[in-house]
């Protein structure tokens, strides 16, 4: 169940969940261990005839990197992310790969036009925002988000913003605000693709990383595969110290 304040005003609610992902790296890996995401999915449906996609509004809320490590993915539910410059600053990584873990809020939105019958989609971004995360029940923990969100357009001004800038705190009422439920969905571990058996570390590298012991189904991507896939199958294969494999699990409703 999620109840959703977007620009003051409430939104139907619906029973979309938060999803919270988790991404672990390799041991000998330079980039930070872990990496929490979290995301929502919240759709205003109609039964209207003139919407052609039976809905209204829809949003998609996505904060790539929660910053925190865990030992325990049941500490989810002691977390609270008080998202400020300086701590956009502790937070921020790269990943193994060079991609940036962008710590923003992004909100996606799309929305009916009546007037011309589309629909109209929009960017929305926020560097200030407040979440807490609360003790689970059944695995789904509460969470509580509070963003105050700009125009990408906006947001992305293309000048250097001064020190005095950068910390101004926001005025007003958030322009979102979220009551809802989350649930920690999937994971995905990256080692060397020399291992005979990725799913066995994979469960070994759960238990002991973040205390998961009964996780749920498991899917293996071998990279040196999808890189001669995606450019040249005749490519030969990276050298060896570059192969990984990624494993990807599902925690399936009821695990834990």
Known sequence: MAWIEWHGKVLPTSDQLAKIKCSIQAPNSPARQQCWSLSL?????????NKPKGFVLSLAIDIGNLGFQLTDWQHLGRQTIIATPDWHERTESIDPYGNFESTWLYVDLTQHDPDSNQYLQSEWMADYYRITLSPSADNLFPCEIDAWLMRSEDFHTGAPLSGEEIRLIPTGPPNLRILGLARFDSARLTFQSHNADPEAIARRRLAETIALHKPGTFSIKWWAET?????KRELPPPPSELRRVDVTFRLLQGDD
């Open 41 to 49: 999915r919240h759709t205003v449906r109609t039964p209207e005839a």
């Open 227 to 231: 890189e001669r896939r995606s450019k």
